[in-house]
């Protein structure tokens, strides 16, 4: 689950894309997002939910 590309449509995408592109030039995964500690309330929480989302863990995404 290496993450090739990042696509953010959201008015704070520019902040939004940093976590991202870290995590491509390190060459990590999905899940090493989902380690990582995101506060609430924040917008950072998507990035995490969708990561979580790869091995249907997200906790705000109905799991199918």
Do not use: M, W, Y
């Not at 995408?13 to 924040?42: K, N, W, Y």
């Amino acid at each position: 689950d290496r993450i090739l590309g990042a696509h953010i449509l959201q008015h704070a995408a520019s902040e939004l894309i940093a976590e991202a592109v870290s995590v491509i030039e390190f060459g990590g995964s999905s899940e090493d997002i989902g380690r990582t500690c995101h506060s609430h309330p924040t917008l950072t929480e998507a990035v995490r939910e969708a990561a979580l989302n790869v091995e249907k863990r997200a906790l705000h995404i109905v799991n199918r």
